[in-house]
């Protein structure tokens, strides 16, 4: 075969182009397995910490512990609807409190300082 019927085979290829796309997609995809990776790295390390931290106290009524009084009962100020629409969805607010009752979230632990032992023998 004549060495112009190589050319033209490489030209129907693509040529450089086609060369340089590999390339690159090739790199494209090694970025992206390592972006993968870190993100597995990443979200291990976040249940890690998740698992270590005490939860929120969080109520049910959605408002944290220290917005409820020693009886229980929850001060934040919330928007009551006054006026709905006829879908039923709330068209005016007033200013209001929140009517919940008891807080039903997680008791964080008290954080109790204990001294450390020391040996008296
Ligand atoms: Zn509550
Ligand atoms: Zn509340």
Known sequence: MAWYWWLFIFFLMG?????ANAGRQALATRHARQL??????????????AANRPPEPVCGCTH????????GKCHE???KPTAWDENKKPVRFEA???TCQQYVGPQ???QVYADELTDLA
């Open 36 to 49: 993968e990776r870190a993100e597995v790295l990443r979200r291990e390390r976040q249940a890690i910490e």
């Open 96 to 98: 209001g409190t929140c």
């Open 64 to 71: 944290h512990l220290a917005k409820h009084d020693k009886a």
């Open 15 to 19: 040529g450089f182009g086609g060369l």
């Open 77 to 79: 100020e919330v928007e």
């Open 108 to 110: 964080p632990l008290s």
